[in-house]
Structures are given as structure tokens and as C-alpha cells.
């Protein structure tokens, strides 16, 4: 007797798909073919040596017959194939049309989400929707497809219910075992305390409903086993990779058999539903020539013997089935970190620059709204500015969003790759970037200096530097650290140890691993700037700042670290020039006399709250712009802000370190064995210059400080001189909410629809109400939308200032004036 289905969409899924109401085990083969667009090799090579063929071979296969689902990660790689193959584009308008070429995301990239900008991840799938749909091709996927990231930002959820995505596929989190990563044996995993602990033996799931601390809520399947796992269902030997089977072909009707015996004997265990998701999509492999004819076989032999009803289908149409069934899924808010740490801090320049990148063009297009003309409409004002701005800012846009790739923005490309395409991608970028600015640059009346810089000292190398927030001492004898920072009512000393101190650690990592994180490897600290040679502290007093330099030799290395102090400030800005030598990397340490068990820090689409220790000792976590560790005694605690994405770790208790530069080479255990899945090598010897600050904070935690928005004045240091106008503060003037708890992280020309699109980002609680004003008219219809831009719900108007309630940590709002 046939199984009768209590969810009727849940029969409707079954039927169209083929599966029989009867069978209670299901094994879904979701096939993709991974593609990064330029990791070991650059965009050209990959695409004449394998993306073309793929993409004709996919055609081939899915005409052949009409059942067959074959999914695509992003668009960058079809939008070359739709320019190059122009023949070709009415079949595949109407195979993506009818889901048959089944897009997993509308992403250009497979974006990482641990480092880029919010704001630029959200670009990443809006210009790539917005490409569809001049294509017309009518496609939103409600599915992001994330296989090979390295680790994923906690507040995943928010990002992507800001976008309008409810499903989620990931791979890559903290604690998992995947092929060739390290010599420790399989029964090692999963790592104790990791994320892969508690979803295989704590809830002993693959699928869960990931949950961040706004609320917002997606449907999420984990590839335990890799995203290729069923890439050798025809095959016997190692792998499929790059086109290529490292064994020989099997397509008997035994050998098909025993691989999905296999397959649902490793998933099984860990499905809370009828169904299993087996991922085939390994690195630009082809489709598997008449995969259904395989699965039929199978089906038609040993169906009845197994009761396993094998089906090729999408991750979409897995995770629909498997929503039938929410109800039996956990809810678990997680920060699947650390995967791996080195790349945090990975060839710093590509991370610095696409972070400058992306806070310029924000910049520039919230200066493009401002009216020259106060009678200019923002349409008027657009035409003013002229088209050669748009066409810069639309270039530079497309580089920014391509380097969010997770084997760009990360660092882990061969440094021939990074010197032939990433690295001059954005140099144009960001020249292109700088000249719009200019093109929108509002003439400001120079700043009028309302105090004088801070009292200062400097005695027999002893420098002293007193404003009425803190009094600040630095020693040449210390190698020109900090010594002594006294604050507050009763000048207390918050530093336990020099602070400002550069340590210098020998790493046998690579470019996506410390050395610490794997077997064989090792991670030690070898010396401080406490001991470092010829320290020289020199002071240059301005109209209302002092900037000072300490120059030191530490390490084999030139090390400059300048610091600019305001008399009306407690914030102090801070910039280290210098590099690593090979196989070192060097961080900044400030130990403080506070005690605490976690970092709080900001990540693409929301806050996080870090332990000080997970997996490895030390930890070092992806910060985006903000760390802070508060203090469990006292509402003193120190804030670190970040020139861009850094590693940031807290060490006991109350020290807080950040890695400033890293130049290692390539994974190798023991000294000599490669590690197989980690084929590029890469060096960072140049000179470069990372820029932070620091703030003694004594208000409690970060939202009491209200560091979201101080980050903004605090960071111009890296995009601009101390003493430049202040373009941000003119930006921000273009509109203003009433809420202290609400930033306006983007002003934007709508891409779809009418009007501009303004980003709100929440840091207080879900649904507070919150008034938008536009500063310079009133606004006369303000509509919710989705960070697509598709229209969500109208929004009350009352004197001309829209009322938001944040669904949560992102909003996103039309506004036409």
C-alpha cells in the first residue's frame, strides 16, 4: 500500500519529481560543477580550457532528456558564455526559464561571507539578478548556494532574508573532516567543541533551521561530506577534478549500486526525513554523460530490494521537500568558525583595498544624492553629475562584487593570478572610484579648529601626551610602546603590560591555514618590538592634532608605527607601515588590566559574540571593522576599529591582538609533506600599511558606545589624511533616522523600480520603530523592499518622514521625494 502524505505540497514535490508515494527513502543527486573564477588559474584560461565546454556539454545533456536538472553557482561565467555564444542564447534563456538549468543563488560570485562588506556581499546578488533580468530571464532563486566557503558569518540569516533567500546550502564549517586537508586520520573528526560536533553527534542532522540572533530564520542543508560527494558515482579511483577522472570509468549496473548503498549508508544516519541530498559538482567537471539512465537502472533493479528511490533534482527542490518536515528539524542559532584562521589575514592588501573599494563607492553614491541645487530633484541631480560618473561607478561596482569570491577577497590565489588579474582589477577599480568622487566632491567650507592639539612631553625618549580623556605615555626603551594609559575621573591604568607592542610569530601555515591549525604545523611567538633596535619617537604638532612616529627595527624588518591623537577625542588613530618577513607573521598586541571570557565584533549582516578560545589556542576571528572586549568587573573596555577585515583574538582575558601582517608560503607538515588540497602558494614581502584605532571605552557594552557609528569616524584615517574634509559626516547628512540603534549603511539609485534605496542596518531590537528623514525634501512615498529591490509593503509617511519597523538587522527602503 502506498504511502499517502499528510502535506499535500509535499505529494505535488514528489509526484512532479518522479519519486513513488511509497518510498520512504529518498536519495537526491543535486549536480552542479564548480567554478571559481580565478583562483589557480585566471578568468581567460579557465574559460577556453573548461567553462565553454562545460556549459555545451550541460546543453547536450539537457536536451537529451527533459527530466535531467543540472545547477548553476553564479552568474560571472554565464555572462561570458551569453556574450561569447550568441547562438546559443534562445536555449539557454528557455532552459533556465524552465528550471532545467537551475541557478542555486543570483550571485555574480560565490561570495565568502566572513570578509567582504555587507554592502558589497548585497551587491554580489543584486547585479546579478539585475543581469537576469535584462536577459529576461524571469529566474529569482529563493536558494543561495555557498559550497566552498571557508566558514560563514553567524549572521548568514539576516543577510540572506534581507535579500529575500529562505534555503541555504554550506559545506565548508569549523570541526568537519574534508579530503587531503590534513594528516590527522578521519576518525578524528569531528573536532571536539566544533560546529560539526554538535550537528553529527549531538543532533545527528544534516539539515536544521539556522537562526540568527534577530530572529531571522533560514532552511539550511550541510554538506557533511563534501560537495562532491557523489562525484564518483560512474567512477572508480580518487576523484573527478578539472574535467579530468583520476581512475577509469564505471557504469555498471553493480557498481552504481554499490556507490548509493554507500552514499546512504554515510547520510542516513544523519536525516531526520525521507530524503538525502548527495552533492556531485567537484571543480569544473563535466555533467555525467546520461546520469538519468544510471538512476532509472538503479531505480528499475534494486528499488524494491532497497527501498531507496534514486532522483536527480535540485537543492532547491530537496530542501522543499525536506520544509514539509520543518517542524522535526532543529533550530540552532551557530557561528560555523573557525574553518580556517591564515586567511584571515592572507595577502592583506587584496582584503584592505577591496574594503577601501567598497566604503568609497558607498561614500561616493550617498554624495551623489546631495543637491547641488537645493531646487534639484535627485533624478536632476544624477543627470548633473554626468554619465561618465555612472559608468565609473558601474565598473567599479563589477570589480568590487567579483573580488568577494572566496578565492579572491581571501587571499588563497597562486601570487601569479594575484599579480595578472586581481591585483590591477583593483588598482582600475579603485582609480575609477577616486575619480567619481571627485566628480561628486561637495566643495566644504574649511573646518573651523576649535582646540589645540594635546599637551605633550618628550624626555629622554619618554613621551607623554595628556588630553582630558587620558593621559598616554610611550617609551623608546620599550621599543616605543605604550606604557601607561591612565583614564577616567580617577586617571586608573588600563594597560597591564606595553600595548601597541608588535610580536613576531614563525608560521609554517600557507595561505588559508596558521600553523597552528594543522597536524605537523606549528605557530610560535619568537620576539616583541620591546627589544627592537634604533627606536626613534618623533612628534609633529598641528593646528588641532598631534601626529607622532615611532620608527623601530624588529623582526629583519623597518617598522613605522604613526599615531594621531585629537585634545577633544578619546578615539586615537593609528597606522603600522612595514611587512613580514618570510614565514612570519606579526601582529599588534594591547594587553589590558580587564578580564573577559568573550570578543563582540561586527560581521557581514549583524554582531557577534566570541569566545576566546575554539578549537585552537589562540584563536584569531574574522572582525569586519569592530572588535570589543568589555570588561566583566567594571563598564570599562576597549574597542579596537579596523581599517578592514582583520583576525582578532582575545587572550586571557583581557589582551587583545590582531594580526597586521602575514607572508607565508604554502602548508607543509613536518616541514616537507604537502598538503594536498592546498596547491597554491603565495608571498607577501611588499610594504604595505594597515590602518586601526583605538578607543578606552567606559559605557558598558558596544551598543552603549554606540560603536557602529563612531566606526565610521574612526576609520577615515585609512581612506583620507587626518586633517581632510569630512566627506563621511556630509555623506551620513543625506539621511537620518531618529534612532541611535539605526545606521543608513547605503544610499542608492534604485537598480529596479523608481526612486533611491536606502540600507538600514539595526543594532537594536527587531521591529523598533524608527522615522527616516531625507535632509534636504520631504519624502512623499517610502515603499519596503527586499535588498533585490522587490517591492515588500507600502510605508506610513507622517510630515514627511517615513515610519520603519526593522524586520530585522537589514532593511531595505524605496524613497521617492
Known amino acids: 500500500m502506498e504511502q499517502i502524505w499528510e502535506d499535500p505540497k509535499e505529494e505535488l514535490l514528489r509526484r512532479e519529481l518522479g519519486i513513488p508515494q511509497g518510498a520512504q527513502k529518498v536519495l537526491v543527486f543535486g549536480e552542479t560543477s564548480h567554478w571559481d573564477p580565478n583562483w589557480l588559474y585566471t578568468t581567460e584560461e579557465y574559460y577556453e580550457s573548461r567553462i565553454k565546454h562545460i556549459l555545451d556539454a550541460v546543453i547536450t545533456e539537457l536536451l537529451k532528456d527533459h527530466r535531467r536538472i543540472f545547477s548553476l553557482e553564479s552568474i560571472y561565467f554565464l555572462k561570458l558564455y551569453w556574450d561569447r555564444c550568441p547562438e546559443m542564447r534562445d536555449i539557454f534563456r528557455q532552459l533556465l526559464s524552465e528550471g532545467r538549468m537551475r541557478l542555486t543563488g543570483s550571485g555574480i560570485t560565490t561570495p565568502d561571507t566572513v570578509l567582504p562588506a555587507t554592502e558589497s556581499i548585497i551587491r554580489d546578488y543584486l547585479e546579478g539578478q539585475q543581469w537576469l533580468r535584462e536577459k529576461e530571464i524571469e529566474v529569482e532563486p529563493r536558494l543561495a548556494y555557498l559550497p566552498d566557503d571557508f566558514g560563514y558569518s553567524p549572521a548568514l540569516p539576516s543577510l540572506f532574508r534581507a535579500m529575500g533567500f529562505d534555503k541555504v546550502g554550506i559545506t565548508r564549517i569549523d570541526g568537519m573532516y574534508f579530503i587531503a586537508c590534513d594528516l590527522r586520520i578521519k576518525a578524528s573528526y569531528p573536532r571536539p567543541g566544533s560546529s560539526a560536533e554538535v550537528l553529527q553527534e549531538q543532533y545527528k542532522t544534516l539539515d536544521f533551521v539556522w537562526r540568527a540572533t534577530d530572529g531571522s530564520e533560514v532552511l539550511c542543508h550541510w554538506n557533511a561530506f563534501n560537495y562532491f560527494q557523489g562525484d564518483m558515482l560512474a567512477s572508480?579511483?580518487?576523484?573527478?577534478?578539472?574535467?579530468?577522472?583520476?581512475?577509469?570509468?564505471?557504469?555498471?549496473?553493480?557498481?552504481?549500486?554499490?556507490?548509493?548503498?554507500?552514499?546512504?549508508?554515510?547520510?542516513?544516519?544523519?536525516?531526520?526525513t525521507p530524503y538525502m541530498f548527495c552533492p556531485i559538482g567537484c571543480d569544473f567537471n563535466d555533467p555525467i554523460p546520461d546520469l538519468l539512465v544510471?538512476?532509472?537502472?538503479?531505480?528499475?533493479?534494486?528499488?524494491?530490494?532497497?527501498?531507496?528511490?534514486?532522483?536527480?533534482?535540485?537543492?532547491?527542490?530537496?530542501?522543499?521537500?525536506?520544509?514539509?518536515?520543518?517542524?522535526?528539524?532543529?533550530?540552532?542559532?551557530?557561528d560555523p568558525n573557525p574553518y580556517w584562521m591564515g586567511f584571515y589575514a592572507s595577502r592583506q592588501e587584496a582584503k584592505l583595498r577591496c574594503n577601501r573599494i567598497v566604503r568609497k563607492l558607498v561614500l561616493a553614491e550617498k554624495l551623489s544624492a546631495l543637491p547641488g541645487d537645493p531646487a534639484l530633484s535627485p533624478e536632476e541631480q544624477?543627470?548633473?553629475?554626468?554619465?561618465?560618473?555612472?559608468?565609473?561607478?558601474?565598473?567599479?561596482?563589477?570589480?568590487a562584487v567579483l573580488s568577494n569570491h572566496h578565492d579572491f577577497v581571501t587571499g588563497t590565489s597562486p601570487d601569479r593570478v594575484w599579480l595578472e588579474e586581481q591585483q590591477p582589477l583593483l588598482e582600475h577599480?579603485?582609480?575609477?572610484?577616486?575619480?567619481?568622487?571627485?566628480?561628486?566632491?561637495?566643495?566644504?567650507?574649511?573646518?573651523?579648529?576649535?582646540?589645540?592639539?594635546?599637551?605633550?612631553?618628550?624626555?629622554?625618549?619618554r613621551l607623554t601626551v595628556t588630553t582630558p580623556q587620558y593621559t598616554m605615555?610611550?617609551?623608546?626603551?620599550?621599543?616605543?610602546?605604550?606604557?601607561?594609559?591612565?583614564?577616567?575621573?580617577?586617571k586608573v591604568e588600563l594597560l597591564k603590560e606595553p600595548a601597541n607592542d608588535l610580536v613576531s610569530y614563525r608560521d609554517s601555515?600557507?595561505?588559508?591555514?596558521?600553523?597552528?591549525?594543522?597536524?605537523?604545523?606549528?605557530?610560535?611567538?619568537?620576539?616583541?618590538?620591546?627589544?627592537?633596535?634604533?627606536?626613534?619617537?618623533?612628534?609633529?604638532?598641528?593646528?588641532?592634532?598631534?601626529?607622532?612616529?615611532?620608527?623601530?627595527e624588529f623582526a629583519g624588518k623597518l617598522y613605522v608605527r604613526w599615531i594621531w591623537c585629537r585634545f577633544d577625542s578619546p578615539v586615537i588613530r593609528m597606522r603600522l607601515v612595514g611587512s613580514a618577513a618570510k614565514r612570519r607573521t606579526i601582529t599588534c598586541r594591547f594587553p589590558t588590566m580587564f578580564s573577559s571570557e568573550e570578543l563582540v565584533m561586527n560581521v557581514p549582516g549583524g554582531i557577534a559574540h566570541r569566545p576566546q578560545y575554539k578549537l585552537y589556542t589562540p584563536t584569531f576571528w574574522p572582525a569586519r571593522s569592530f572588535a570589543h572586549l568589555k570588561d566583566k568587573e567594571s563598564d570599562w573596555g576597549l574597542a579596537v576599529f579596523l581599517g578592514g577585515p582583520a583576525a582578532v583574538s582575545l587572550r586571557h582575558g583581557g589582551l587583545m591582538e590582531w594580526v597586521a601582517f602575514r607572508n607565508v608560503r604554502k602548508e607543509k607538515a613536518f616541514g616537507f609533506l604537502p598538503i594536498l588540497a592546498h596547491p597554491a602558494a603565495g608571498t607577501d614581502p611588499q610594504q604595505g600599511s594597515f590602518d586601526y584605532a583605538i578607543w578606552f571605552t567606559d559605557k558598558g557594552d558596544y551598543r552603549e558606545n554606540h560603536l557602529p557609528m563612531e566606526v565610521r569616524h574612526a576609520l577615515r584615517a585609512a581612506m583620507f589624511p587626518p586633517d581632510s574634509p569630512d566627506l563621511d559626516s556630509l555623506a551620513n547628512s543625506v539621511v537620518t533616522t531618529d534612532?541611535?540603534?539605526?545606521?543608513?549603511?547605503?544610499?542608492?539609485?534604485?537598480?529596479?523600480g523608481e526612486g533611491r534605496i536606502v540600507r538600514l542596518r539595526s543594532f537594536g531590537s527587531k521591529g523598533e520603530l524608527t522615522r527616516l528623514r531625507w535632509t534636504h525634501a520631504p519624502i512623499r512615498k517610502a515603499v519596503l523592499v527586499d535588498a533585490r529591490e522587490r517591492d515588500l509593503a507600502s510605508l506610513a509617511i507622517e510630515n514627511g518622514e517615513a515610519l520603519v519597523h526593522a524586520p530585522g538587522a537589514i532593511t531595505s527602503v524605496r524613497i521617492l521625494i
Open 739 to 752: 534612532n541611535p540603534g539605526v545606521v543608513v549603511s547605503a544610499v542608492k539609485p534604485a537598480d529596479r
Open 473 to 490: 605615555v610611550l617609551d623608546e626603551q620599550r621599543g616605543g610602546a605604550i606604557v601607561s594609559f591612565q583614564a577616567g575621573p580617577g
Open 236 to 272: 572508480k579511483g580518487i576523484v573527478r577534478w578539472m574535467g579530468k577522472t583520476y581512475g577509469w570509468s564505471a557504469r555498471s549496473s553493480r557498481h552504481i549500486a554499490r556507490r548509493i548503498r554507500g552514499y546512504v549508508k554515510a547520510l542516513q544516519p544523519l536525516s531526520r
Open 294 to 334: 544510471l538512476l532509472d537502472r538503479f531505480n528499475e533493479d534494486y528499488y524494491a530490494k532497497t527501498g531507496v528511490w534514486a532522483v536527480n533534482a535540485g537543492l532547491d527542490d530537496y530542501l522543499n521537500l525536506v520544509q514539509c518536515h520543518r517542524d522535526d528539524l532543529p533550530v540552532l542559532e551557530m
Open 429 to 461: 577599480a579603485e582609480a575609477l572610484v577616486d575619480r567619481a568622487l571627485e566628480r561628486v566632491h561637495v566643495p566644504t567650507e574649511p573646518s573651523s579648529h576649535t582646540s589645540s592639539p594635546p599637551l605633550w612631553t618628550l624626555v629622554d625618549g
Open 509 to 552: 601555515g600557507g595561505l588559508w591555514r596558521m600553523g597552528h591549525e594543522f597536524l605537523g604545523g606549528s605557530f610560535k611567538e619568537k620576539g616583541r618590538s620591546g627589544a627592537a633596535k634604533n627606536v626613534r619617537i618623533g612628534v609633529a604638532e598641528e593646528v588641532d592634532y598631534l601626529e607622532i612616529h615611532v620608527t623601530c
Open 382 to 399: 544624477s543627470e548633473r553629475i554626468g554619465v561618465e560618473f555612472h559608468d565609473d561607478m558601474k565598473q567599479a561596482w563589477e570589480a
